[in-house]
């Protein structure tokens, strides 16, 4: 009662949370009022329909009862006759005996004709298995199998007999018999050993057409059980009325057994499917890719035995039922077993997978409900074992992974030679290959599966460990290229060389990657293609990004080493200008990055190469709009002609890169170097267009770099500096565009 009203309270409390719920209080009681009888109603008509099942079967309990007792009363009426009639009858008790004697001697003569005739039955026996015993083997005829059956059962039925009358004789006549009986073994053995084999192979038998041994051996099984059924009755009455029954001497009660053929039949095929599962084992224990194809045998058996057996064999055996259960019971302890093997591999896993897929897709074409099969035949869900299987697969990818990239990260930062390099001479990590070779074995494992779930869950897993990759090599290209930076001393040489490698390593990665895609996108559904998609273009993604991101770094070693010339910028050093109006600086700038270039031009992939190229003519661009910020810088606006220098470096710079890119490429990088010309050498009355000129093709045009470049101007004063500050009001707000060039030109 108590835990009633705690979920009672607990349901008004989940109900009734907020205080506007109150205000549905008196629909919310309309609403249980209303499930409330509807409960009750189906309630009542339930307990009704139990009443009258109830009251039904006790009145059929009550009628049985009655049933009983009149066959009991008639069934003393007709003892209390057989007691009276004996003192009707004169004489009776020496007829008795007279019949008895009379009996027992028919019973004497026949055992004696019976044992007379032994040593010629079992000959003529025998004579019969033998003729049966052919060449064809089972697919012969075996006429003389239901006269051996026949003749056999006669046979043991006298010996039975026999056997039993000795029993109230002396132990010497019992053995004596006994040993006369013995001719009859090895016939009794060879038939029942001929039974055992055709109860093993009846399937067989059946494929082989030979469909009248197949009746005839159900005959034999069939007659055994009416016999034993008979046995069984007579046993059952003898224990229930032993006292009727002591007094009719010639009952012989314990004289035969049962045979229970039917059921020996069943235990034969347990035992021969048994031994056939310790073979799968063992040939799964060898090489777990055998699963399927060692139970090839496993539906063609249970096909043959409902599409054929069924219709030669007796249909209250409900045969099919009796296969199949046998079979899946013995299938669900063998996946069991080799599940919880504790060495079990990916590969076998992923065979219990597919081996699931099969077996279910195989009960659906027998027409066979997988949930009447109790239990399941794996007894865990597929998706635990896709679980079990992408675990056992991440942990030995994530293994060999490390392996891999371990080697690559070892001869990077050790450096004790160059790179090896491609056919095209580019510089190369040989980790890549290494990887995706181990990638494409495990997709194709699972591609081959035919397992949409497994197939993904492979590649997201193969993502989660590229992805790594890419975060791994940033991490170790950012420390190297620091320490390059700060403490070149303290690192092996051949830095920039093993960086091209990383570089044109994060590029094929990303055409391996891509190329895996593109192989399995056709053979997948639409909603997998999507995943697809979203989880390997993420990864070809992020292999782009990092092979830029390599790229960058590389370009800060050439502008490391390119420090001093852009440090003499638009400083006093700056003014001397070499014969024919080209500066020594940016000739000098050229010059080094030619060099490095002529380098990357061999190492680097020719896609790469040419992207350094551009990312070098932006940052040359922007380290020479950036040195405003050198020491001593001073545009001498007044006693030098600032602007003509400007373009002489201009076109030293724009003619190089002009040739190493294209032209297409230079013009849109370079010209911003003219808007910086006009800031420099605008008077003070242009200076407020100049401006507005400047930030309209550049939105993103930073002011403390304006504030800058005119505080670096030789005739800058305070009102210079305040005409762009003083009417930044009257400026109408540029749209936000895609970034430009001098968004990247910092102060700081």
């Known amino acids: 009662m108590e835990d009633s009203q705690a979920k009672g309270t607990a349901k008004l409390a989940e109900t009734l949370r907020h205080p506007e719920d109150l205000e549905r209080i008196a629909a919310l009681k309309a609403q249980y009022t209303s499930d409330k009888a509807a409960i009750d109603a189906q309630l009542k008509s339930t307990v009704q329909i139990q009443l009258d099942v109830t009251k039904a079967g006790m009145r059929a309990v009550d009628d049985a009862q009655k049933d009983l007792n009149l066959i009991k009363e008639e069934l003393v009426k007709i003892d209390r006759l057989c007691s009276e009639a004996q003192t009707m009858i004169k004489d009776f008790p020496i007829i008795n005996e007279v019949s008895k004697v009379h009996r027992n001697f028919t019973q004497v003569e026949e055992i004696m004709n019976g044992l007379a005739n032994l040593n010629k039955n079992v000959e003529e026996l025998e004579q019969m298995l033998n003729d049966d015993n052919t060449e064809d083997g089972l697919l012969g005829q075996m006429p003389n199998l239901l006269p051996v059956h026949y003749k056999l059962d006669n046979l043991r039925n006298f010996r039975d007999d026999a056997m039993f009358q000795a029993t109230r004789a002396n132990d010497d006549t019992s053995n004596t018999l006994s040993n006369y009986f013995g001719v009859m073994d090895d016939s009794v053995a060879e038939f029942e050993n001929r039974l055992d084999l055709f109860f093993a192979s009846m399937l067989d038998i059946v494929r082989g057409r030979n469909v009248s041994l197949v009746i005839r051996v159900a005959k034999i099984i069939e007659a055994e059980e009416n016999a034993d059924s008979k046995i069984k009755a007579l046993q059952d009455a003898t224990s229930q009325h032993s006292d009727l029954v002591s007094r009719f001497k010639s009952i012989n009660v314990g004289a035969r057994q049962q045979k229970e053929y ?96 099969q077996y279910e897709a195989s009960l659906k074409s027998l027409k066979v409900d997988k949930t009447t099969l109790d239990p399941p035949v794996v007894g865990v869900p597929e998706e635990e074992l896709v679980k079990d299987y992408l675990s056992i697969i991440v942990g030995k990818m994530t293994e060999w992974m490390n392996n891999v990239n371990q080697s690559d990260v070892k001869e990077f930062q050790e450096r004790k030679g160059p790179p090896e390099t491609n056919e095209n001479e580019n510089f190369i990590l040989q980790g890549a290959i290494i990887a995706f070779q181990m990638i494409n074995q495990q997709i194709d494992v699972a591609s081959d599966a035919g397992k949409v779930s497994v197939l993904l869950g492979v590649i997201d897993e193969c993502a989660v460990l590229l992805k790594n990759r890419q975060s791994l090599w940033d991490d170790i290209t950012r420390q190297e290229t620091d320490a390059y930076l700060n403490e070149p001393e303290t690192i092996p040489e051949g830095l920039f060389e093993w960086m091209m490698a990383v570089a044109n390593d994060q590029a094929r990665c990303a055409v391996f990657t891509e190329s895996v895609k593109s192989r399995l996108l056709p053979a997948l559904p639409k909603k997998a293609q999507a995943h697809l998609e979203q989880s390997l273009g993420s990864v070809v993604d992020g292999f782009v990004d990092m092979a830029g991101i390599v790229t960058r770094r590389i370009t800060e070693f050439i502008f490391h080493d390119l420090r001093a010339p852009f440090s003499a910028f638009f400083t006093p050093e700056w003014y001397s200008v070499q014969p024919g109006g080209v500066t020594k600086h940016m000739e000098s700038i050229t010059v080094t990055i030619e060099s490095y270039l002529d380098d990357c031009r061999v190492g680097l992939d020719a896609s790469i190469a040419g992207e350094v190229a551009l990312e070098l003519s932006e940052l040359t661009v922007i380290s020479y709009l950036s040195a405003v910020k050198n020491k001593g810088a001073k545009f001498l606006v007044m006693t030098a002609d600032v602007g003509a220098q400007v373009r002489a470096d201009v076109m030293t710079g724009f003619s190089y890169f002009r040739d190493v890119t294209n032209l297409e490429a230079a013009k849109q990088t370079w010209p911003v170097i003219e808007f910086f010309i006009q800031l420099v050498v605008s008077p003070k009355e242009g200076l407020w267009d100049t401006y507005v000129n400047f930030k309209t093709a550049y939105w993103d045009l930073s002011n403390d770099w304006v504030d800058m470049v005119l505080r670096c101007r030789e005739d800058s004063n305070r009102e210079m500096l305040g005409i762009i500050k003083g009417r930044m009001k009257e400026f109408e707000a540029v749209p936000i565009g895609a970034p430009t060039i001098m968004g990247k030109v910092k102060v700081r």
Do not use: C
């Not at 599409?307 to 063998?334: C, G, S």
């Not at 590969?347 to 597919?354: A, V």
């Open 262 to 357: 039917k059921k020996r039949y069943i235990e034969v095929i347990k035992q021969s499917v048994a031994e056939r599962f310790t073979e799968a084992e063992e040939l799964f224990a060898e090489d777990s890719s055998t699963l399927l194809e060692s139970f090839e045998w496993y539906f063609d058996d249970l096909f043959v035995a409902k599409d054929m057996l069924t219709r030669l064999v007796p249909a209250k055996w409900k045969i099919f039922e009796t296969y199949l259960n046998i079979y899946h019971t013995q299938m669900h302890e063998f996946i069991v077993k080799i599940v919880q093997n504790g060495d079990l591999d990916g590969q076998g896993l992923l065979q219990i997978i597919l081996w699931k897929t």
